[in-house]
């Protein structure tokens, strides 16, 4: 019966992973866009989703690996 339930958990990881990916993408975007523009407050955003991306792979990461990383 777990077995069922394993495509769907890895389905949902990947699409944990894929969020992460593209929010990091659209911080790079918006931190280029803010250095482009000068403006430091949309540089600023860019930096935290990037950041936010990276946290957000990370942690598909380690519930892909079954959480046993800290």
Known sequence: MENENEPDEKLSHLRDKLKGAAQSI????????????ADPLAQAEGEFNVEVGTARE????????????K
């Open 26 to 37: 659209i911080g790079e975007i918006e931190e280029l866009a803010g250095v482009i523009n």
């Open 58 to 69: 990370d942690a598909a990461d380690v519930l892909d690996k079954g959480g046993d990383e």
